[in-house]
Structures are given as C-alpha cells and as structure tokens.
C-alpha cells in the first residue's frame, strides 16, 4: 500500500487587514489538517508577506481524503508587545479539490471571517497537491527487535534540548485567545505532539527561523513487521488516542456526508420484486470428453433461458433476475444438458443433445434476501430425471427473492430489458473535462515572402496581406490582416490578438498555428505546438508565458521565419456547454478553485404511463421500448430499456453534489433504436424522443420530496404531441442553510468571466464548440449515448430562428409590462374616482408622505413586506416543467413549425422559402416601425435643447425660467401636494382633450423626416 503526502506551499498574501495599531501587520500562518499542524515564520511589519514555504501532511486514509478539509488561519504576531496574537482571517479549502502532483497551481483564496464582526480583507496565495509514495520494503522479522522499534522515539525525546518547550508553549498561549471558542476544534491531538513537534515556532520574532521536523509515516500504511507482532504499551496507548482524535472536518461537510450514508438508497422509488437465480457450476462422477458442452436452462411457464456454453470444466457463475409480476408460473425448473457430437454411418457429424436432469423450486417457499443482508451462498442440488446407467449430476447455485437494490442486478441478466444486451443497460456517463485554450498572437519576425509551398519563385507582392490561423481538432480560427510594408516596423507585422479555443481531455495531440498570405492565398508558413505541454493558469494573476516557435514551409523550405505567440490552458472558466439559462453547473475549470458541495439532488424515476407506439414489431403492432436519461452538471445517468411495454416501471434512483441552488436538471425520455435482438429486426438507427422536462433547484424546497407525474410533450413538424406521462420524485437536500444563502450572494460564474469577459457573439461560438465535442465523446462510449439523444438534452438548437419561440419571447416581455400596465390603470381608476373610498385614502396617503417625507422609505419596504408574505400561501406547491402555453405551440401554423425543424441551409423549394421571407419581412416591418416610434421619443427630447424649434425651445426656456421662480418661493411640501391634489382632481374638474404638456410634446421635431 502506498503512503500519500499532501504537499502545501504557503506563497505569499495580499492586502491584508493592518492589526498591529502602526499600520503594517506581522503575519503567520497555521495550517491545519487530519489533525495535524504547521506553522509558518513570522514575516514581520508586512502586509503583502512572502512566506514561500513548503509544508508536508501524511494522509492517514486515503480513501476519505475527500472528505478532509484543509484549513489556514493567518495571524498577527504580537510577541513585542506582549499582546495576543490578532486573527487575520482563514480559509477552508475542500479535500475533494486537491490535485494530483504536476497539477499544481498558484491559487488565491479570499480570506474569510471568523465572525459577523470580523474585520477580514485580503487573499493568500497556496500551492497544494498531493504525492503517492510506495513505502520502503519491511525489513526481515529476525533482524528487527521489538525493543528497536521504541529506541528511536526515545532518543528523539531525549535528545530534544529543553528550550524548545518555552516557545511551544508561548505558542499554545498566543494560539489560545486568538482562537476563542474554537479553541477545542483547532487544538491538536496530544498523541501527535508526542509524535513529533508538530508545530515549530521561532526563538525571538526578529530572526524567525523555523525548522519543521518531517512527519512519520502513520503507522497504519507501512506497520513494522516486529511492531504487529508484539506492541508496546507505549505503541498500543498512541494507536488508541489515535483513533479517538478529533476530526477536523468542516461541519457542513460532515451533516452532508452523514446525510448520503443515512439516507436509503432506493427511498424515492418503489421496491420491484425479482426472483433471482444464480447458476455457478455442475459436476458428474464420470470423465466427460473433451468435445462435450454442457449448459443449463431455466424454465418459468412460458419464459425460458439458458446459460453460455461451457466444457467439461461446467463452470458458468451467471446470474439471472426474472420480473416477478411478469411471471405465469409458481415452478422454476432448472436442466443441464450435453451435447456431443457423434459421426454418423455416412461420415456426417451430428450433434446429439440429451437432459441430465432437472431440480425444481417452488417460489412460494424460495427465500426473501434484503440488502445489507449478506449474498445468499450456493448450494449443491442434485438432479433428478436423470437418464439410465448415467452417473448423477450435481448443481450448484442459489435462489432467493430480492429487489432491484440488490447489488447483482446491474449486472444480472433481466428479464425486462431483454437480458445482456449492452444497449439496453443502465450506465453512468460522464462528460468529458473542457478547457479554453488562449492563444495570444503577438508577432512574427524574419518571414520568407515571394515563395510557395513548392519553393518555387513567386511573384512578389508589393504590400501583402497576412493573417495567422489556429487549429485545434475541427476548431479553426483566424485574426485580422495586417498589411506588410517596406519598413522595418511594418516589416515584422504586430497583431496582439486573442484567439480562444475549446479542449478537451485527453487533448488534441497538437495546436497547429500557420501564417497565411491572403494576398495570393498562399502559406507562409506553420508551427506546432503539443496541447499536453502547454502551461496551465487559474485566474489573471499568472503571466502569461511568451515562447517563439520556427515556422516550417514546404519540404524545401525547412524555416520560413518565426513566430511569437503566448499559449495557456485557462482553468479559471467555466467552458459552458449548454445554453446559459438552463445550465445545471457552473464550476470552473479548474480543480483547486472548486468549492464543497452545498447539497445532495436524489433524483428517482419511477416509471411512465400512457406512452405512445412509435414503431412497429413484427409488422404487426406498435410497441415502445423506452428508457430515461437525466443530466446534471458533468453527469449523465441513463436507465435501463424496458422493452415492448407502454407504462414501463424503472424505479432507479440517482443522486447527484450540487454546487449552486441556481441550477437546472434535465429528464428526457427516449425509445431505443438502437439494439438489435435479430438480423431480420427493421429498427431505426436512431433513438426517437418522446418528451423532456426541467426542473430549476432553486424552486424546490430543502429537504422535502417533490413526486408526481408530469406531462410528455414533445414538438414535431405537424405540432405539438403529447407522448404519455412520467413519473419521478425529486428531493434537494442542504445541510446548512448558511451555505445554502450564502451561494445568492456570489456571482453565477466564476471570477474570470468578469475580469476578461469573453464577448457574447465569442461565447455563443465557443458553447456551441463545447456541445460538438460533448456530443463526440459520449457518441464514442461504449454503449453510445447518441447524437440525437445528447443534442436534444443540451438545447443545441436554441440559437436557430423560430417563429414559435419569438413569439413567446414577445408575450413573455408583454406579461413583464403589464404589470406596470396594471399600476397604470390602478392610477386612472383613482384619478377618475372609480372607487371614491380609495381615492380618499390615496389623499390621505399623500399627505402623510408629504408632510413626513421620512416614512416614504419605510412604508414602501413595509408595503412590500406584507404584500410578498401573503402571497406565500399562494405559491407553486409543485415544481413546473414544460408549459406549452408559454412555448406557443398552440399559436403557430404548420409552415410554421416545418420552418423550425428545417436545417441550415434550408433544402425546402424556393416558392417556400419566398413565401417564408415574405413573411418575416412582414414582422421585421411591424419591428421596424416600433424602433422608429422609440427614438423618436428620445429625439424629441434632444429637439428642446438645440434649438431646431426655435420657438418650442424659447417656450421651454421661458417655462424654465419661471418654474425655477415658483420653486424659489413656494415651499417644496405645498407644491408636491398641489401637484398630487390636481392631478387626483374629480372627473367634474377635467377636460376630455390631452393635456396641455402632452400637446406641446408632440408637436417637437424628430429626425425622422430626414430619412431616405
């Protein structure tokens, strides 16, 4: 077994809090883990301190590394002055986002508070991987004594000079009031300073010089040999404290992982009883011949199975899960039988096949196994029926009744989705690992111009055109042209452009950069550059490396100049590869900058009601053979297939970490046309869809289960259809409600999308990039996860024209502004004293805010309070999926919808296409004249200040004028009531004409007469 060290470089902070009263701080920093402590040097009188320190952690379990957390708390020393040490901040960062060695990176991390009342800034810089060693090999037992094992930590301890306690426990006492009430959680564990000093700290502060012992091995990974035999009490009393240490783990993390061991795994579905058989092997007392096979077959009623072939060695070890509720039967028979192969009179072989007999078990009286409950352990049966003068033939296998929580069914051969076929099989998928790959052009120098590829004279141009192109994979990209003068400047064109690309692991073997003269459409030259050499970055803070690369022309040009570019993989993205609205993750890229999971999304899906016949069987009848794929984040989880049935039962549970409650996870339904039983079957090559659904987290309630059945509709060229109903149970648990609200605070990416945006049209590009290679590497798992199944889950085709979806865009802004529209008429109705009561309440309203201008702001919070408090009990009670009135799909015709599904380019007829263009000429019109109406309203407004109506304009001065007068002198409070009191003036008191300001408005100039 091979000892894992955690390796943590503690670099260097920024802009930390000053806490020493002078303006500077003295920081140090204590990192914590699997309890375990080291302490950096003090920097003093520094508030960007460089520490660049390298700190090793043995790793006591491997296996829940994971779950271990890393924490670094930073102080202010303040030995000087004889005060405690000042608290600076800390940082927990999650096991489960340590590299593995040579995936380092520097990685800054926001120093957090201690408590509401903390007064915390800056960052620090860490380096954090870890390193799996093999252990040295154990010496002979004979060689070793026990009493050497107990020699080394004696004279450790002896040979310890005594000053070194003082400042272990000076450090104990500055440690103590800095840490308050965390003292008990932060403190380590006595048997690891007996150990070793686990902490160094130095002499005096202003010569810190620290020395900080290698940590031992734990002794659980590499145990002596004469130590396991024969312990000291010493050994026995450390190995004892040991696993009676604290943990250190973060609260949150450790509810949550509580959570996921305490839950039950198939709680969410219906338990389906199966009856499973395990068929191992069968023996005979005589010698049986080399070209003798035996196989055994299992009979219930009408279903009938046998097992694979084997010869004289009868060892099959199958296992085979029958639908109990599809059973005519209450008798399973199970017969081994032989065949042999015997040469005829007329030299012919002929097969003969014969029963070695049967054992029958009646499943009334066959045994119930229930997970935990340990695998049901095989016994011998022997046959009976067997043939005269033939040996008796033993069989051994087991039988028992259990679930699909049983943990042989994955693999068993099952009775409903049509035994061991691949395509049929429920699998986990996982998307593969994307990155953006930068690459910043910045020169070229020493370029040979005038020759081609062939190396043969060209021509040359005068002032040629070059541009450089990128090419990852299918990617390719290009920068602007630069013009190449005669100039030593315009000699060695400069671009300083940014050419971003989509990667993804295992990368592309290679970065193809080639210089393109576009003058004459020839190539300059090319470079390669390896993917898997390319430096790694995870935010702005790195520079990015520059390196010069030889430009290689034709076979007879072997350097055709060079070119400085600057190449990195950004981990600090992330590489969205959804549409943006539904996106169900939003990590970055990189390891180290991955937070803990906040919660657990359990997904289960039950079954399907009502479904539709999409294809025929035999020629005869319809029939579905339907399955469920479910995606969330970097996972895909896809059921079994449930062959030929129409309200399929699944009952398969998933679960899933979520990082952000903001996300969104997707159910889609599928027929399988992908498997084959025979090779006279007419199946499609492609899987047909029969409906989708989402379900947005943040809508669900914490901690409660969300089941019921919900419609299957899916969009055809002929319309909408509805396919049949799902049903599945949905459950998000949190286990700390202060990381649940906490996630509404940050923001939606991570932080390099905001300090180097990558523009709209750039990221529309590169998601869609993102979605090809997605759909490329899950087609090319074993079994595929098709291109139509994996496009239609990720909205592929969102960015594409439909009228159906403008028109919904449109009705959605409209019921935004009708709100405003209701406010508006709610205005008139008190205007017009529709209701006087209210009118006078209004009034009075008016007055009290007028008169008390301070409770404006209260009152509107407190309105609002109480007008969202009791809309609570009116809130959705169930999480809503797909609305097809929001999607329109009742409103448009079916030109229409066969303008949606038509590719690009269109393959219709031209009269069509015509006829659709004349359409959206139509609508683009109605657009047109809306855009031209709104800027005529701003236009009129510029009218009153440039003078192109002198006359309005001298109105509006004059108005200005005396308006700024009235102002003067009539109290702001007398005329904001004036001003509210005429206009909620009675009906008696109005004219039926527009008012005279609205008049005067319109009668501005815009610019629209000057249009062509």
Same mark, same amino acid.
């Given at each position: 077994m091979s000892?894992?060290?955690?390796m943590?470089?503690?670099?260097?902070?920024?802009?930390?809090m /000053?806490?020493?009263?002078?303006?500077?701080?003295?920081?140090?920093?204590?990192?914590?883990?699997?309890?375990?402590r080291?302490?950096?040097?003090?920097?003093?009188?520094?508030l960007?301190?460089?520490?660049d320190e390298?700190?090793e952690?043995?790793?006591?379990?491997?296996a829940?590394?994971g779950?271990?957390?890393?924490?670094?708390?930073?102080?202010?020393?303040n030995?000087?002055?004889?005060?405690?040490?000042?608290? !600076?901040?800390?940082?927990?960062i999650?096991?489960?986002?340590?590299?593995?060695?040579?995936?380092?990176?520097?990685?800054?991390?926001?120093?957090e508070k201690r408590?509401v009342?903390s007064?915390?800034k800056g960052?620090?810089?860490v380096k954090?991987c870890y390193?799996?060693?093999?252990?040295p090999? +154990?010496?002979?037992?004979?060689e070793?004594k026990?009493e050497?094992?107990e020699t080394?930590?004696a004279?450790a301890?002896e040979?310890?000079p005594p000053?070194?306690k003082?400042?272990?426990?000076?450090?104990? @006492?500055?440690e103590?009031?800095?840490?308050?009430?965390?003292?008990k959680e932060?403190?380590? /564990?006595?048997?690891?300073?007996?150990?070793d000093?686990?902490?160094?700290?130095?002499?005096?502060s202003?010569?810190?010089a620290v020395?900080v012992?290698?940590?031992t091995? /734990?002794?659980?990974?590499a145990p002596?040999p004469a130590?396991?035999?024969s312990?000291?009490?010493?050994?026995?009393e450390?190995?004892?404290q040991?696993a009676r240490?604290p943990?250190?783990?973060?609260?949150?993390?450790?509810s949550?992982?509580?959570h996921?061991r305490?839950?039950?795994?198939?709680?969410?579905v219906d338990r389906?009883p199966?009856?499973?058989?395990?068929?191992?092997?069968?023996?005979?007392?005589?010698?049986?011949?080399d070209?003798?096979?035996?196989?055994a077959?299992l009979?219930?009623?009408?279903?009938s199975?046998?097992?694979?072939?084997?010869?004289?060695s009868?060892i099959?070890d199958?296992?085979?899960a029958f639908d109990?509720?599809?059973?005519?039967?209450?008798?399973l028979?199970?017969s081994v039988?032989?065949?042999k192969k015997?040469?005829?009179?007329?030299?012919?072989d002929?097969?003969?096949?014969?029963?070695l007999?049967t054992v029958?078990?009646?499943?009334p009286?066959?045994?119930?196994r229930?997970?935990?409950?340990?695998p049901?352990?095989p016994?011998?049966y022997?046959?009976e029926?067997?043939?005269?003068?033939?040996?008796?033939?033993?069989i051994m296998?087991a039988?028992?009744l259990g679930?699909?929580?049983?943990?042989t069914?994955?693999?068993?051969w099952?009775?409903?989705s049509?035994?061991l076929?691949?395509?049929?099989r429920a699998?986990v998928y996982?998307?593969?690992?994307?990155?953006y790959?930068?690459l910043? @052009?910045?020169q070229?120098?020493d370029?040979? !111009?005038?020759?081609?590829q062939?190396g043969?004279?060209?021509?040359?141009i005068?002032?040629?055109?070059?541009f450089?192109k990128?090419?990852?994979?299918?990617?390719?990209?290009?920068?602007?042209?630069?013009?190449?003068?005669?100039s030593s400047?315009?000699?060695?064109?400069t671009?300083?452009?940014?050419?971003?690309f989509v990667?993804?692991?295992p990368?592309?073997p290679?970065l193809?950069?080639?210089?393109e003269?576009?003058s004459?459409?020839?190539?300059?030259g090319h470079?390669?550059?390896?993917?898997a050499s390319?430096?790694?970055?995870?935010?702005?803070r790195?520079?990015?490396?520059?390196?010069?690369?030889?430009?290689?022309?034709?076979?007879n040009r072997p350097?055709?100049?060079?070119?400085?570019?600057?190449?990195c993989?950004e981990?600090?993205?992330h590489?969205?590869?959804?549409?943006?609205?539904v996106t169900s993750?939003?990590?970055?890229?990189?390891?180290?900058?991955?937070?803990?999971?906040?919660?657990?999304?359990?997904?289960?899906?039950?079954?399907?009601?009502?479904?539709?016949p999409v294809?025929?069987?035999?020629?005869?009848?319809g029939?579905?053979?339907?399955?469920?794929?479910?995606?969330y984040?970097?996972?895909w989880?896809?059921t079994?297939?449930?062959?030929?049935?129409?309200?399929p039962?699944w009952?398969?549970?998933?679960t899933?970490?979520?990082?952000?409650p %903001?996300t969104?996870?997707?159910?889609?339904v599928?027929?399988?046309?992908?498997?084959k039983i025979?090779?006279?079957?007419?199946?499609?090559n492609?899987d047909v869809?029969?409906?989708?659904l989402?379900?947005?987290?943040?809508?669900?309630?914490?901690?409660?289960?969300?089941?019921?059945?919900?419609?299957?509709?899916v969009?055809l060229?002929?319309g909408?259809k509805?396919?049949?109903?799902?049903?599945?149970?949905?459950?998000?648990? %949190?286990?700390?409600?202060?990381s649940?609200?906490?996630?509404?605070?940050?923001?939606?990416?991570?932080r390099?999308?905001?300090?180097?945006?990558?523009g709209?049209?750039?990221?529309?590009m590169?998601?869609h990039? +993102?979605m090809?290679?997605?759909t +490329?590497?899950?087609a090319?798992?074993?079994p595929?996860?098709g291109?139509e199944?994996?496009?239609?889950?990720l909205?592929?085709?969102?960015?594409t024209?439909?009228m159906?979806?403008?028109k919904?865009?449109?009705?959605r802004i409209v019921?935004?502004?009708?709100?405003?529209?209701?406010l508006a008429?709610?205005?008139?109705?008190?205007?017009?004293?529709?209701?006087?009561p209210?009118t006078?309440?209004v009034h009075?309203l008016l007055?009290?805010?007028?008169?008390?201008?301070?409770l404006?702001?209260?009152t509107i %919070?407190?309105?609002?309070? !109480?007008?969202?408090a009791l809309?609570?009990?009116?809130?959705?009670r169930a999480?809503?999926?797909m609305d097809?009135r929001?999607?329109?799909?009742?409103?448009?015709g079916?030109?229409?919808?066969?303008?949606?599904?038509?590719?690009?380019?269109?393959?219709?007829?031209?009269?069509?296409?015509?006829?659709?263009y004349d359409?959206?000429?139509?609508?683009?019109?109605?657009a047109q004249t809306?855009?031209g109406?709104?800027?005529?309203?701003?236009?009129?407004l510029?009218a009153?200040?440039?003078w192109?109506?002198?006359r309005?304009?001298?109105?509006f001065?004059?108005?200005?004028?005396l308006?700024?007068?009235?102002?003067?002198?009539?109290?702001?409070?007398?005329?904001l009531?004036g001003?509210?009191?005429?206009y909620?003036r009675h009906?008696?008191?109005?004219?039926?004409m527009p008012?005279?300001?609205?008049n005067f408005?319109?009668?501005?100039?815009?610019?629209s007469d000057q249009?062509?």
């Amino acid at each position: 077994m091979s000892n894992r060290k955690l390796m943590v470089e503690v670099c260097n902070a920024k802009n930390l809090m /000053p806490k020493d009263g002078q303006g500077t701080a003295s920081a140090y920093v204590i990192v914590d883990f699997d309890g375990q402590r080291r302490r950096t040097k003090t920097i003093s009188r520094d508030l960007n301190p460089q520490w660049d320190e390298k700190i090793e952690f043995w790793v006591h379990d491997v296996a829940s590394m994971g779950t271990e957390i890393l924490e670094l708390n930073v102080y202010n020393d303040n030995k000087k002055t004889g005060k405690r040490s000042t608290f !600076l901040g800390k940082v927990k960062i999650a096991g489960s986002s340590f590299p593995q060695s040579g995936s380092e990176a520097l990685v800054y991390y926001p120093l957090e508070k201690r408590s509401v009342f903390s007064q915390i800034k800056g960052e620090i810089g860490v380096k954090i991987c870890y390193v799996d060693e093999e252990p040295p090999p +154990a010496p002979a037992v004979e060689e070793k004594k026990p009493e050497a094992v107990e020699t080394p930590p004696a004279a450790a301890t002896e040979e310890k000079p005594p000053e070194e306690k003082k400042p272990e426990e000076e450090t104990k @006492v500055e440690e103590k009031p800095a840490e308050g009430e965390e003292k008990k959680e932060e403190k380590p /564990p006595e048997d690891q300073k007996k150990e070793d000093p686990l902490v160094a700290t130095p002499a005096s502060s202003e010569a810190p010089a620290v020395s900080v012992t290698q940590p031992t091995p /734990p002794e659980n990974n590499a145990p002596p040999p004469a130590l396991a035999q024969s312990p000291g009490p010493k050994q026995v009393e450390e190995s004892l404290q040991l696993a009676r240490k604290p943990s250190n783990l973060d609260p949150d993390v450790i509810s949550l992982s509580n959570h996921h061991r305490g839950s039950n795994a198939f709680d969410l579905v219906d338990r389906m009883p199966f009856l499973y058989v395990r068929v191992v092997k069968a023996k005979r007392a005589d010698k049986d011949s080399d070209d003798t096979v035996y196989y055994a077959k299992l009979a219930i009623g009408t279903h009938s199975i046998t097992t694979k072939e084997q010869n004289a060695s009868k060892i099959w070890d199958q296992v085979f899960a029958f639908d109990k509720e599809g059973l005519n039967s209450t008798s399973l028979e199970v017969s081994v039988f032989n065949k042999k192969k015997k040469v005829t009179e007329d030299g012919k072989d002929e097969v003969i096949e014969s029963c070695l007999g049967t054992v029958s078990f009646e499943l009334p009286e066959v045994p119930k196994r229930v997970p935990p409950d340990s695998p049901l352990a095989p016994q011998w049966y022997t046959l009976e029926g067997s043939p005269e003068n033939s040996p008796a033939t033993d069989i051994m296998l087991a039988v028992w009744l259990g679930t699909q929580a049983d943990e042989t069914f994955q693999e068993a051969w099952q009775s409903d989705s049509g035994g061991l076929i691949p395509e049929t099989r429920a699998k986990v998928y996982l998307s593969p690992k994307l990155w953006y790959l930068r690459l910043t @052009v910045i020169q070229t120098q020493d370029l040979q !111009l005038g020759s081609g590829q062939g190396g043969g004279p060209e021509p040359k141009i005068k002032n040629p055109e070059l541009f450089v192109k990128g090419q990852l994979g299918p990617q390719l990209f290009k920068t602007n042209r630069t013009t190449v003068g005669s100039s030593s400047t315009s000699s060695n064109p400069t671009w300083n452009e940014d050419l971003v690309f989509v990667a993804a692991e295992p990368f592309e073997p290679f970065l193809v950069i080639t210089v393109e003269d576009a003058s004459n459409g020839q190539t300059v030259g090319h470079a390669k550059v390896q993917v898997a050499s390319i430096d790694k970055r995870t935010d702005d803070r790195s520079t990015l490396g520059s390196r010069w690369f030889n430009l290689v022309g034709g076979e007879n040009r072997p350097y055709a100049g060079r070119i400085h570019v600057g190449v990195c993989l950004e981990g600090g993205y992330h590489v969205l590869d959804e549409a943006a609205h539904v996106t169900s993750d939003v990590r970055p890229t990189a390891k180290q900058l991955s937070k803990p999971p906040i919660g657990l999304l359990e997904v289960g899906i039950r079954g399907a009601t009502n479904l539709l016949p999409v294809k025929t069987k035999d020629g005869t009848r319809g029939t579905t053979d339907s399955y469920v794929v479910a995606k969330y984040g970097p996972k895909w989880v896809r059921t079994r297939t449930i062959l030929d049935r129409f309200n399929p039962r699944w009952n398969e549970q998933y679960t899933w970490d979520v990082y952000d409650p %903001c996300t969104v996870l997707t159910i889609g339904v599928f027929d399988n046309g992908r498997y084959k039983i025979g090779e006279g079957d007419d199946k499609p090559n492609k899987d047909v869809r029969l409906g989708k659904l989402r379900v947005r987290l943040s809508t669900l309630d914490t901690n409660r289960v969300y089941m019921g059945s919900y419609s299957l509709i899916v969009l055809l060229p002929s319309g909408a259809k509805k396919m049949g109903e799902i049903e599945i149970a949905v459950r998000f648990s %949190c286990s700390s409600w202060i990381s649940l609200l906490q996630a509404y605070s940050t923001p939606m990416l991570p932080r390099m999308h905001y300090v180097r945006p990558l523009g709209p049209i750039q990221q529309d590009m590169l998601r869609h990039n +993102a979605m090809r290679i997605v759909t +490329a590497r899950l087609a090319r798992s074993e079994p595929a996860l098709g291109q139509e199944v994996v496009q239609f889950m990720l909205d592929s085709d969102t960015h594409t024209w439909s009228m159906r979806r403008s028109k919904s865009n449109w009705f959605r802004i409209v019921n935004g502004l009708s709100k405003a529209a209701t406010l508006a008429r709610w205005l008139d109705s008190i205007c017009t004293w529709a209701h006087p009561p209210t009118t006078v309440l209004v009034h009075v309203l008016l007055m009290a805010i007028v008169l008390c201008p301070h409770l404006i702001l209260p009152t509107i %919070c407190l309105y609002a309070f !109480l007008i969202v408090a009791l809309r609570y009990r009116y809130r959705m009670r169930a999480p809503v999926t797909m609305d097809p009135r929001l999607s329109q799909v009742d409103s448009v015709g079916p030109d229409e919808l066969d303008e949606e599904f038509d590719g690009y380019p269109s393959s219709r007829s031209p009269d069509q296409i015509r006829i659709r263009y004349d359409r959206l000429r139509a609508l683009a019109g109605r657009a047109q004249t809306l855009l031209g109406d709104m800027a005529a309203q701003g236009e009129r407004l510029e009218a009153l200040c440039n003078w192109r109506d002198p006359r309005a304009t001298c109105i509006f001065v004059v108005v200005c004028l005396l308006a700024s007068l009235v102002f003067y002198i009539v109290p702001f409070k007398a005329l904001l009531l004036g001003w509210g009191f005429f206009y909620m003036r009675h009906p008696r008191f109005r004219g039926d004409m527009p008012s005279l300001p609205i008049n005067f408005f319109r009668r501005l100039p815009p610019l629209s007469d000057q249009i062509l």
